[in-house]
T-cell receptor, first 110, second 110 residues
């Protein structure tokens, strides 16, 4: 099945700085790459996604970039705020299965 | 109000006992998933179902069983054969590319 690797596992940034989380995947059949955010004690929720026919997608302070050739995609958060503190998961669904990365715990220091 | 509901939220079990976690959705989604979440290990797929009366094993199905007798229900049984059952369990349903998660069930084996 798909192998999704996510780095780093923990990340601390000062408020206002940028944060970048990277994922690699193994199955070239993957063509959809979502990112989920899980706040402490809550359920994961989709925050942004990208399909393989585009290289970048932005939504206010968050963006996702995709390099299909290298099989990696990244989440970029600019002007970080304390409410961005959470665990972020990347995913690379293949066929009917839905594989997640191991998660990145982001802490934004006020 | 549409959504996906898991119960119970917290559950304690003695070793050697089976326990069943409930997952109900009224979103009319065909696909449903069960994940296990442990610290530092992301979301690992236990079972998934694409349609009533059909389900497939995920990466860590050993010691678990499921049924899908109705579209809206996908219960997970944690059997006594599961060696390390203490974990946070998340159920999800899928529409297109997006997963919608329940609030989770935290199982503790005493």
């Amino acid at each position: 099945g798909e192998n999704v690797e996510q780095h780093p596992s923990t990340l601390s940034v000062q408020e206002g700085d940028s944060a970048v989380i990277k994922c690699t995947y193994s199955d070239s059949a993957s063509n959809y790459f979502p990112w989920y955010k899980q706040e402490l004690g809550k359920r994961p929720q989709l925050i942004i996604d990208i399909r393989s026919n585009v290289g970048e997608k932005k939504d206010q302070r968050i963006a996702v970039t995709l390099n299909k050739t290298a099989k990696h995609f990244s989440l970029h958060i600019t002007e970080t705020q304390p409410e961005d503190s959470a665990v972020y998961f990347c995913a690379a669904p293949v066929a009917r299965q839905f594989y997640f990365g191991t998660g990145t715990s982001l802490t934004v220091i006020p | 109000d549409g959504g996906i509901t898991q119960s119970p939220k917290y559950l304690f079990r003695k070793e050697g006992q089976n326990v069943t976690l409930s997952c109900e959705q009224n979103l009319n989604h065909d696909a449903m998933y069960w994940y296990r979440q442990d610290p530092g290990q992301g979301l690992r797929l236990i079972y998934y179902s694409q349609i009533v009366n059909d389900f497939q094993k995920g990466d860590i199905a050993e010691g678990y069983s499921v049924s899908r007798e109705k579209k809206e229900s996908f219960p997970l049984t944690v059997t006594s054969a599961q060696k390390n059952p203490t974990a946070f369990y998340l159920c999800a349903c899928r529409l297109g590319g997006e997963l919608f998660f329940g609030e989770g069930s935290r199982l503790t084996v005493l």
